[in-house]
């Protein structure tokens, strides 16, 4: 499958041409047969939708080696950085953004980059320093911290916050929930329905940028708008600090679970609660913590993030639904969720 005018590719079937619809294959790396197989195989694990996401994120950065001249695969780091700064640069051409390509659509691009030269054997620029760097940088400048918020907004928010119970059972599972829903909605600019159907494994801790939120509903999207939202670090409100409302609700959960390797239910709980008062400053930055709350992604991946509680504040399984209020649905749970073997 040819997408654009090109010399006619030697007759012989390689994967980029199935995966990629292109001509980013140096040399036949393996028998044909082999090839066809493999590329079948690659393109039944992506989705449709991916694949042809892929294939015109590639054909873009073709284009674009082309019109200057340089080799597209295998693709220097430089280019690829220059690539997406120039892209990173471009204005909206819609009133309403700034930007005419979101942090996640460079990312995107780079993965599609990074496919075309993974099927043909070749080693992708995408984990080069100088191109994690570019997209890191782009993805910092577009992050708007809270501190540069509208203050009056920040201080409301602030006050809720510093309302919320932090302590004592049951009432800290309600408020470390709750506080974690009310800094990432408001920080992230999350719907109520992008948050309650968040999974464990959808919000990673990035040293640089704060967390990572992936919303999965928006990979169908073409243009992968907000696939990936960066909630940045607020340094000097830690209360508003996104990363630490995310550790503090995910350590808590994780201790419920049983995911830290610990006694799991109400007394793993407790022991997340206090880990949580013991730590002054940042909770973001507390290694105990932060392995602790990595650990419930690694241990249940899939496992819904918000959840409702019960009075007696035993943390459902099921996701938290989208109409519930904050302090989640009043109905009693049938059963608290425990892991299995315990
Ligand atoms: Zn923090």
């Known amino acids: 499958m040819r997408w654009y005018g090109q010399a006619a590719p030697a007759p ?18 393996s028998s044909e047969g082999t090839n066809a197989a493999v590329a079948a195989f690659v393109g039944a694990s992506m989705a449709a939708n991916t694949l042809a996401a892929y294939r015109s994120d590639w054909a873009r ?4 080696c082309q019109a200057r001249g340089l080799v597209a695969a295998p693709a220097a780091p430089t280019a690829v ?26 990312a995107r691009w780079v993965a599609g980059i990074d496919k075309a030269h993974e099927v043909v054997g070749l080693a992708g620029p995408g984990a080069h320093p100088e191109v994690r760097a570019v997209l890191s940088g782009i993805r910092r400048a577009r992050a708007t911290p809270p501190e540069r918020r509208a203050p009056l907004l ?44 968040l999974m464990a494994d959808d919000v990673r801790l990035h040293a640089e940028d704060g967390l990572h939120v992936l919303l999965r509903r928006s990979k ?7 696939a990936v939202r960066a909630l940045p670090y607020a340094r000097r409100r830690p209360l508003l ?42 909770l973001c930055a507390d290694p105990g913590l932060v392995r602790v709350a990595g650990a419930l992604a690694a241990s249940a991946p899939g496992a819904p993030l918000f959840r409702p509680l019960r009075q007696d504040g035993a943390i459902g399984a099921a996701a938290l639904t989208g109409d519930a209020g904050p302090r989640g649905p009043r109905a009693p749970l049938p059963r ?7």
Not at 18 to 27: C, D, E, W
Not at 253 to 271: F, I, N, Q, S, V
């Open 12 to 29: 012989q079937t390689a994967m980029s041409d199935i995966v990629l619809g292109t001509s980013a294959r140096p040399a036949a790396r």
């Open 61 to 64: 950065f073709e284009r674009w």
């Open 81 to 106: 950085a220059v690539y997406l700064a120039e892209a990173a640069t471009q204005p909206a051409m819609s009133a309403g953004r700034q930007w005419r390509y979101s942090p996640a659509t460079l």
């Open 154 to 197: 920040l201080d409301d928010v602030e006050r809720v916050v510093a309302g919320m119970p932090m302590a004592g059972w049951p009432a800290a599972v309600a408020g470390w929930r709750d506080r974690a829903l009310l800094v990432m909605g408001w920080v992230g600019a999350f719907r109520r329905s992008e948050l309650v159907s």
């Open 220 to 226: 169908t999207d073409q243009e992968a708008e907000g």
């Open 241 to 282: 600090c996104a990363p630490c409302a995310f550790v503090a609700w995910a350590a808590l959960l994780a201790g419920w679970e049983g995911a830290d390797g610990g006694p799991g239910g109400r007394p793993g709980a407790m022991k997340a609660l206090r880990a949580i008062a013991a730590c002054h400053g940042h």
């Open 336 to 342: 608290a969720s425990r892991s299995p073997g315990r």
